[in-house]
């Protein structure tokens, strides 16, 4: 698995991000390779997971390309070929982009993720 979804992943997890997934989208744009969608209780909690994020990122030694977003409910981290999405639960529910991505392969988590 990607080096930089690990790295989201985890550094999600860590601030208890709800419900995080990652795409494979790779076969569908030539935009990405992958996303990684979570959500947080909050527009408070989104921010703190895009900081986290950004800086385990950082130490990792990925710069994003972009971030978009961080003053909405929907905050867009662009690291090239690995893209995050953390949104409030009702913009997560808007976009839905688990859906409009229904193509994609989901990506098997469980060996990244921490058991509750």
């Avoid at 989201?8 to 935009?31: F, P």
């Avoid at 390779?33 to 921010?47: D, L, M, P, Q, Y």
């Avoid at 971030?67 to 976009?95: C, M, S």
């Avoid at 991505?101 to 469980?110: I, K, Q, T």
Wanted: hydrophobic share 40%; net charge negative.
């Amino acid at each position: 698995m990607n080096q930089k979804i690990v790295t989201a992943v985890q550094a999600l997890d860590k601030k208890k991000a709800i419900d995080i997934k990652a795409l494979k989208v790779e076969d569908l744009t030539i935009v990405t390779e992958a996303f990684v969608i979570a959500a947080g209780t909050s527009s408070t909690h989104v921010r703190s997971l895009a900081d986290e994020v950004e800086y385990q990122m950082k130490l990792a030694g990925f710069e994003p390309r972009q971030i978009e977003g961080k003053a909405t409910g929907w905050i867009l981290l662009d690291y090239h070929d690995v893209i995050i999405h953390i949104f409030t639960p009702d913009q997560r529910e808007n976009y839905n982009l688990e859906k409009l991505w229904a193509d994609g392969e989901e990506m098997d988590l469980s060996s990244v993720l921490t058991e509750d």
